[in-house]
């Protein structure tokens, strides 16, 4: 049966203390709605509905970022979940199949979850996310037995036994895109701030004998964010998870506590890793890779037997291939390191491409920008770039070629060649005597105007 998401992402800051809307604060590098829609991208909808609000313009652009099939709808007052589902109906119109409705701030369902979910639909016309709560207080409950469900009830509303319930209410349903469209309209009881609750859709399909079910997951994977605290905690509860991973999946870290993974870090088996590395979004180490202490990386691919830092920084479209060397204080940005290529110390190299086992040394930079565009430099395989060389691009070093330190080479430099480009050093004798000597004489002499 086809699949259609509504991700409801309409949410402001204002808990945040921010101008930002809630679903594109970050977690692990990602904005929060980037996890809800890479949790459902793992089933493989048809269809993809983003309900928006306010910030709609930065929320699409997140949204179709993550997700470029995405439909987006803007429920252009905020007037409750119900009415947020509503609007994404327009969406979905003429589509057949089952519709699960997420939230933008909640960012730890796991596809396993939302697949029991759906499969639960199978037995019931309408089937409810819940878990169990350490503590209840803030949440509807689930009322019912084993996997049926009866109803939702608001904590505001509960009776003293209801309330000692713990079983309670994500905001997470499914159920089938056409009773989803009518059953909507019957939801006419708004709160007293005038919101339309989308938990009072199982209400609803009980009243038309209809069968309402509920599924369970872990408290934590049903964790909404809506303060700075609990957004903060996220991401400790996901750090923590994601060191728990890489260990069990063969990844050695010295302090583990201080490695710093993003949503979509992968890291191989043997991979070393030192204190205090931070992963930006979209890395990949291979097995046997070493990140050495206090190192950056984003958006960059490390091979097999590759050694980075300590203090590095790997910037997007950096590729290190096999056993190559980038050490303290350099920066690779878009850049080519063939295998066995070594830049050890002090360097920048952007925009480039550098042959096999050439050797960078140190305080060389390839000047890429001009002010206006970006321009490639080209290093051959085995070639020597000495120390303090500026490579001012386009420009290309040639195989097995050499330049000499402190120069700036703006030409080619054809395979097996040296090139020095700087200015000839003259020795003068005795200089500094005399020259240090002339300045105290004009030192001392008065000048026009001065007293005594």
Not at 173 to 191: F, Q, S, V, Y
Not at 392 to 421: E, F, H, N
Request: with cysteine; glycine share 12%.
């Amino acid at each position: 049966m086809a699949l259609a998401l509504v991700v409801l992402a309409a949410g402001e800051g204002k808990r945040m203390n921010s101008d930002l809307p809630k679903v594109l604060h970050r977690l692990a590098g990602a904005p929060l709605l980037w996890h809800a829609l890479r949790a459902g991208a793992a089933l493989e909808p048809d269809r993809v509905v983003v309900v928006t609000g306010a910030g709609a313009g930065a929320v699409a652009a997140a949204a179709r970022a993550a997700e470029p099939g995405a439909a987006i709808v803007t429920q252009n007052e905020r007037r409750g979940t119900a009415d947020a589902v509503a609007a994404a109906l327009p969406a979905l119109a003429g589509f057949a199949g089952d519709v699960i409705v997420l939230y933008g701030d909640t960012p730890f369902l796991g596809p396993a979850t939302l697949a029991e979910l759906r499969a639960a639909r199978a037995r019931h016309d309408l089937v409810v996310l819940g878990f169990e709560a350490a503590d209840p207080r803030g949440y509807g409950r689930l009322l019912g037995d084993g996997e049926s469900l009866e109803g939702i009830v608001e904590e505001a509303d509960a009776t003293p036994e209801e309330r000692a319930i713990t079983l309670c209410n994500s905001g997470v349903i499914c159920t089938d895109a056409a009773r989803l469209a009518g059953l909507l309209p019957e939801i006419g009881r708004a709160n007293a701030r005038g919101e339309f609750y989308l938990t009072d859709i199982v209400a609803r399909a009980r009243a038309r004998g209809l069968l309402a079910g509920v599924v369970r997951c872990p408290e934590e994977e049903a964790l909404g964010i809506n303060t700075r605290a609990e957004l903060m905690a996220a991401e400790r509860a996901f750090q923590a998870r994601a060191r728990a991973a890489a260990a069990a999946d063969g990844v050695m870290m010295a302090a583990p506590e201080t490695v710093i993974f993003a949503y979509d870090t992968a890291v191989g088996r043997d991979a070393i890793l030192g204190p205090h590395v931070v992963f930006g979004p979209g890395v990949t180490v291979e097995t046997g890779a070493e990140i050495r202490a206090f190192c950056h990386l984003e958006g960059c691919h490390v091979s097999r037997g590759a050694v980075v830092g300590p203090f590095a920084r790997l910037r997007p479209g950096a590729e290190l291939a096999e056993d190559v060397h980038v050490g303290n204080f350099v920066e690779v940005k878009n850049a080519l390191l063939h295998e066995g290529a070594k830049a050890n110390h002090l360097a920048y190299l952007g925009d480039a491409e550098v042959g096999a086992r050439a050797n960078i040394g140190a305080g060389s930079i390839t000047c890429n920008y001009d002010g206006v565009g970006k321009h490639r430099t080209l290093i051959g395989a085995g070639a020597f770039i000495g120390s303090d060389t500026m490579l001012v691009a386009p420009v290309r070093v040639g195989a097995g070629a050499m330049t000499a330190s402190g120069s700036v080479i703006t030409a080619d430099v054809p395979d097996g060649a040296l090139a020095v480009a700087r200015a000839r050093q003259e020795v003068k004798p005795g200089f500094v005597a005399r020259f240090l000597a002339r300045l105290r004489a004009a030192r001392a002499e008065p000048t026009r105007g001065e007293d005594g």
